[in-house]
């Protein structure tokens, strides 16, 4: 795809407000304070508290207000668009003008602590998003107009007119494609994919998700044909018909001919298939990961035969790992039997088996070096609780300061349990 890319002069741009990446909110706020320095622009924001607010925002979702008021944040970063617009006009002005307005709409968006939980991929609660993702795609096409632009996302923000939909959870939805369409009319053309799977891998299962007879998809399943395309303009598409366009579970019923302009069929689809680079020969070929298996146990004090919730199992030398529930089970994919995994949990000694050799029950033995894991119920982000501890650092009994592996911390907010661990000190933990 790469050398496809580079071959043909294509451009390849974000449009998203949304940050993502183990690293994308640290990486954007590092770059944006060089820009500004660079060209002698202002921000009125201290950049610690700047980056560790967009971490809490594009991990957690939360507008932690303890050190940057969400009026600061606007109003600073507004300040700062305006000091751009007197700059001469280039990319990549262009690209920190838009990048700026976006970070203003994610906080924006954060700040609201949408509560709201549905079975649908998009509502009323998108609809900063979608408007500034819209922001991005016409101010891009304002500097070039006679460029070909091919968007890639979720069907639902692609959406021509809402208007055939009375759906109570949808009506207030304003998609990104609505702005587009308004504003581009014949020159956009929103085309949707649609499958008729009747099952979903969610949380490393498959759930079904039964076709709901005379839907779009039931009919479409009927021709079994593997890759139908599907135009609007025809009389039958201007009927209400039910269809799953906005839910992977919930069927909606609308007027395909308003929602996209066109539909492509597939008749089977399949979960994605990662890449791994691999140094198995001089070119560094890129590979195919095998099938992903996997394997499911359960965490045992290894004295009080108690489970154990929260223990973390990683696959060595990678990324990708688990936590157990509070029951202490869990569940584990893998690619092959030999790799090794790492298990480990404040309170307990850390384990190291190859999957081959992992018993079901898995008993862990209290290590008494280490410190029993701190739990705190409420509303506070991690943002809050790193910044208390180092305000309160001075607080600290210790006389010597005493290295801990893992400090745990579970947030429930919500209802939804965040994770997080860190190393730290005995001096830096007093003041929770």
């Not at 030999?338 to 898995?362: D, L, R, W």
Request: hydrophobic share 35%; aromatic share 10%; glycine share 4%.
């Amino acid at each position: 795809m790469s050398d496809f890319i580079e071959k043909n002069n294509i451009n390849i741009y974000g449009f998203d407000d949304q940050t993502t990446g183990e690293y994308g909110s640290t990486y954007l706020v590092s770059d944006l304070y060089k820009y500004c320095t660079k060209n002698k622009l202002k921000l009125n924001l201290n950049k610690a508290d700047f980056e560790l607010l967009m971490e809490s925002i594009s991990r957690s979702y939360t507008f932690d207000e303890g050190d940057i008021s969400y009026p600061k944040f606007e109003s600073q970063l507004q300040k700062l668009l305006n000091q751009i617009s007197l700059l001469k006009v280039n990319d990549t002005h262009f690209y920190w003008t838009q990048s700026i307005k976006s970070i203003i709409a994610y906080g924006k968006d954060a700040s609201l602590k949408h509560d709201f939980i549905s079975s649908y991929n998009c509502t009323k609660d998108d609809n900063i998003r979608d408007k500034q993702m819209a922001d991005n795609l016409l101010a891009y096409l304002q500097q070039h107009s006679n460029e070909k632009i091919i968007c890639w996302g979720a069907n639902a923000h692609f959406v021509n007119d809402m208007s055939s939909i009375n759906t109570a959870v949808l009506t207030a939805f304003k998609p990104m494609g609505s702005y587009l369409k308004k504003e581009l009319k014949s020159k956009m053309y929103s085309l949707a994919t649609v499958t008729a799977e009747d099952s979903i891998y969610l949380g490393g299962k498959w759930e079904k998700t039964p076709i709901e007879k005379g839907s779009f998809e039931a009919y479409l399943k009927k021709k079994q044909n593997p890759l139908v395309f599907i135009s609007s303009k025809q009389d039958e598409m201007k009927k209400v018909q039910q269809n799953r366009l906005f839910s992977p579970i919930t069927f909606v019923p609308s007027r395909l001919d308003k929602i996209h302009d066109g539909y492509l069929y597939l008749n089977k689809v399949t979960p994605l298939t990662y890449l791994d680079e691999r140094d198995q020969d001089e070119e560094n070929e890129t590979e195919v990961k095998q099938i992903t298996k996997t394997i499911t146990g359960k965490f045992i004090d290894q004295d009080t035969r108690e489970p154990i919730p929260f223990v973390q199992i990683l696959l060595e030398e990678t990324t990708k790992g688990k936590m157990a529930d509070t029951k202490g089970k869990y569940e584990l994919e893998y690619t092959s039997s030999k790799q090794k995994v790492i298990i480990s949990t404040m309170g307990y000694a850390e384990k190291i088996f190859t999957i081959s050799e992992i018993p079901k029950n898995i008993y862990l033995k209290e290590d008494s070096t280490t410190l029993y894991e701190v739990i705190l119920f409420g509303k506070l982000s991690p943002y809050t609780v790193i910044k208390k501890c180092i305000k309160n650092r001075k607080k600290t009994t210790q006389q010597k300061d005493i290295i801990l592996p893992i400090i745990q911390i579970l947030i429930l907010k919500s209802m939804t349990l965040l994770y997080f661990t860190l190393n730290l000190s005995v001096n830096n933990l007093i003041g929770l």
